[in-house]
């Protein structure tokens, strides 16, 4: 049985495909299908790779299939055909939140998809609203305290990686919060800017622009480590809760069963991805940390499997 190998909760390894080309590749517009609203992290990157793509191979589009916490954008790219047309950009939650916060979901989290790459480990932050009197995280505690169920806070939908991050870190922090799901965070940061909710962890592609501008207050950072594009945000693991490691990671999919050599073109659009994440919008993640290439090097098997390690 075709199996992916999940590392912190998720994986995205090259499974071997039938091979051969029956024509040049591509021969008409690739889509990028993404489970988010635009403005997101997983947009945002798509968008990036995509126009990068474009230059190379001709027309390559970015489609949102929003809803379900990515289960509705997962079940059309489980089902579309395996030739190299339809791929998926997404998050950790179809592996390792959905299958346990849905009774069922429509798609084989282990079994209908083939891994492209590891993108990218995604970093969240603590913002505020300026309405929120605190400028540290310090502060901040105090006042969430002194007022339970004052704030509200905003995530990319229920079950969503900004959802459960930011419920663990009430649980540990002690402090009480209102919840209030949105459908990505294209929705949820404009509310958080307008002073709808006052609370958000965010990824800085999300809040970078406003950030600067001065309209929201970037607090801690969830990762375990400072961002080194962001020397001077603490993280929460320094500042209160020992061990507070909270990130995500963004992969290229396919279906299952996409010819090999389609999948070795697909992975090797590295330096083009590459290139694309240093643009500024994203300068703030952290680069991709590993690219699995296993189905590039001999025809597989068995499944392919590549390990992940998040960069220093």
């Not at 994986?11 to 039938?18: K, M, R």
């Not at 379900?68 to 339809?86: C, F, L, Q, W």
């Not at 105090?142 to 509200?152: D, F, Q, T």
């Amino acid at each position: 049985m075709r199996r992916l190998l999940v590392i912190l909760g998720i994986g995205f390894c090259v499974l071997a495909p039938a091979p051969v080309l029956a024509q040049a590749y591509p021969s008409k517009t690739v889509r990028i299908i993404v489970g988010t609203s635009p403005g997101g992290s997983p947009d945002v990157f798509a968008r990036l790779i995509a126009q990068k793509m474009s230059e190379s191979w001709g027309p390559v589009v970015v489609e949102n299939r929003i809803g379900a916490n990515g289960n509705i954008a997962a079940e059309m790219v489980s089902k579309s055909a395996s030739d190299g047309y339809t791929a998926y950009i997404c998050d950790s939650a179809i592996w390792a939140i959905n299958p346990h916060l849905y009774a069922k979901v429509p798609y084989r989290p282990l079994e209908d998809f083939a891994g492209i790459t590891t993108i990218a480990t995604l970093p969240t932050f603590l913002t505020v609203h300026p309405s929120v009197p605190a400028t540290t995280y310090a502060e901040f505690i105090a006042y969430a305290k002194k007022n339970p169920g004052k704030l509200s806070y905003a995530s990319s939908g229920n079950g969503s990686i900004h959802h459960i991050t930011t419920e663990l870190f009430k649980s540990l922090a002690g402090i009480e919060m209102v919840h209030v799901p949105y459908k990505g965070m294209g929705q949820a940061a404009p509310a958080l800017i307008a002073g709808d909710v006052q609370v958000a962890f965010s990824s800085y592609t999300a809040i970078a622009q406003f950030v600067k501008a001065g309209k929201v207050r970037m607090l801690a950072s969830a990762d375990g480590k400072r961002t080194p594009a962001l020397p001077d945000i603490p993280t929460i693991a320094e500042l209160g809760i020992p061990g507070f490691d909270m990130a995500s990671m963004l992969g290229m999919l396919v279906p299952v069963g996409v010819p090999r050599d389609i999948v070795a073109k697909l992975n090797a659009t590295r330096p083009n991805a590459t290139t694309a994440l240093r643009h500024p919008p994203a300068s703030a993640h952290r680069p991709m940390s590993c690219w699995s290439r296993a189905s590039v090097r001999q025809p597989l098997a068995g499944p392919g499997r590549a390990s992940c390690s998040r960069s220093a």
